[in-house]
Structures are given as C-alpha cells and as structure tokens.
C-alpha cells in the first residue's frame, strides 16, 4: 500500500511540476494544428461555415478597413472561396508561442467569380504572404495577414 501512495503522489507532483515551457509548447502545439486544420478545410475545402466556431465572436481581422465580428470575417474569407475556383491555400511554415501564431503562406486560384466587387478576370495568381493570429481558449481572436497586394492587383490585371 505504501509503494502505491508513494508511486501515485510522485506521478501527481511530476504532472504538478510541468515547466510553463512545457505547457506553452504543449498549447503552441495545440494551435498550429488547430489552426492548419481551419485554413484546409475553409479555404481549400470551401467550408467557410467552419468559422462559426473556429472564430471567436469578436474576431478582429486587421485589414483595410478593419473587419470585426464572425459574421463580417466570414464574408471575407467567403470572397476567396466564391471569387477564385482552383483553389490552394499551402503553409509553408508555421511558428508558435502559446497563443500567437505566425504562418507563411501561398496561395493559388483563377479569377472565375466575382471577388470583393471585382468581376472575374479568368487570370491566375499566385501570391505569398504571412499572417499573424492569436488562439485563446480554443478560438481565433486576432489575424492579420501582409502580403504583396500590388503584385496581387497586376496578377488579377487590375494595374500595370
């Protein structure tokens, strides 16, 4: 009896002493996956309702202008899906710290729909950028992508 109380308290205090930089890196890895997982299957799989949950209801997206709220967030992102057809959305790399997230990305389609008022032009892109996003408790509360949106523009045939 003695060995299984011994043997119990010293597997609670190994479970208890889990360095903070065991739970963030335990937490970082959470959030990549998650967040890999929200981006296949929203972009690639057009499965834009998948934001309902992975978004926080305050979601903030840091673009010009600035989109708050599921509802606003999720038009946006539906704009990709609806405006190109042979999408892909590829991670490149991806880097974590507990809730914030840095990924590289690429993404590839035709102009086929109409993308935020922008009628289809048939062309291709093909453009890089990187986001940066903060997960809190399971949920997407902060994103904000660069990218080259000059080139994005002379791909889609907008500018010269």
């Not at 499965?47 to 038009?75: C, F, M, Q, R």
Request: charged share 20%.
């Amino acid at each position: 009896m003695k060995k299984i109380v011994v043997l119990l308290l010293a597997g609670l205090s190994i479970t208890a002493c889990m360095s903070d930089a065991d739970k963030n890196a335990a937490q970082s890895k959470k959030n990549v996956d998650f967040y890999t997982k929200v981006w296949e299957q929203v972009i690639n799989e057009g499965k834009v309702n998948v934001l309902d949950t992975a978004y926080a209801e305050s979601i903030v997206l840091h673009t010009l202008p600035e989109i708050k709220g599921i509802k606003d967030a999720k038009a946006y992102y539906a704009g990709f899906v609806t405006g190109f057809s042979n999408r892909k959305f590829t991670v490149k790399r991806m880097f974590a710290d507990g809730e914030n997230l840095v990924k590289h990305w690429q993404f590839t389609g035709t102009h086929t729909g109409v993308f935020m008022g922008i009628p289809a032009t048939g062309r291709t892109v093909n453009i890089e950028g990187s986001t940066i996003a903060k997960i809190v408790d399971g949920k997407i509360v902060e994103e904000q992508d660069f990218m080259d949106n000059m080139s994005f523009l002379k791909q889609l045939g907008l500018i010269q």
